[in-house]
């Protein structure tokens, strides 16, 4: 009988716990924060497939100040409804270009901060500007990320937030 009410108070306890820090994350919305689960492993091992990142919402301030190196949230190309979570690699008015499997920003090569390289399934990409208005994002996980190489740059004003860590 002791053992049945201790599992009560338990999983009484873990719902309290799950209803507040939904109640919680529900509060922050008008703040601007906002929690993702990762859904594929285009981010790793920054962050991993599955992980809830928190981010907040960026206006148009906060999109005018976003740099290379920033991990955002974005609306996805291909499904405007969802949202997806990469790095700025290059924004607008720089060059890229891949060759040999290194990203090459401004002439000057750039690892993955995870220390992936294109891979040898990555094509060459050849050298291109970004346009004014846009950014070139990519997955950590470069031989495993759908991003600017697949789609192109993405419209800046598509950026809606940006993740609390980097």
């Known amino acids: 009988m002791d053992q049945d009410l201790r599992s009560i ?7 309290a716990l799950a209803l507040a820090a939904l109640a919680f994350m529900q509060s922050c919305k008008p703040l601007g924060l906002h929690a993702t689960r990762v859904t594929t492993p285009g981010m790793e ?46 924004v607008e008015g720089d060059s890229l270009e891949t060759r040999d499997s290194t990203l090459y920003v401004n002439d ?3 690892r993955s901060p995870s220390g992936h390289r294109p891979g040898a399934r990555s094509e060459n990409i050849p050298r291109v500007e970004i346009p004014m208005g846009t950014v070139f994002i990519m997955g950590d996980n470069w031989d495993s990320s759908l991003d600017s190489r697949r789609f192109g740059p993405i419209p800046i004003d598509s950026i809606v937030g940006k993740l609390l860590r980097e």
């Open 9 to 15: 108070k338990v999983n009484c306890c873990q719902v």
């Open 45 to 90: 091992p920054t962050i991993e497939k599955g992980e809830v990142v928190t981010w907040f919402e960026l206006d148009d301030v906060g999109r005018a100040k976003l740099q290379s190196g920033s991990i955002v949230v974005f609306k996805a190309p291909d499904d405007p409804e969802k949202v997806r979570v990469k790095r700025i690699v290059a």
């Open 108 to 110: 000057e090569p750039v």
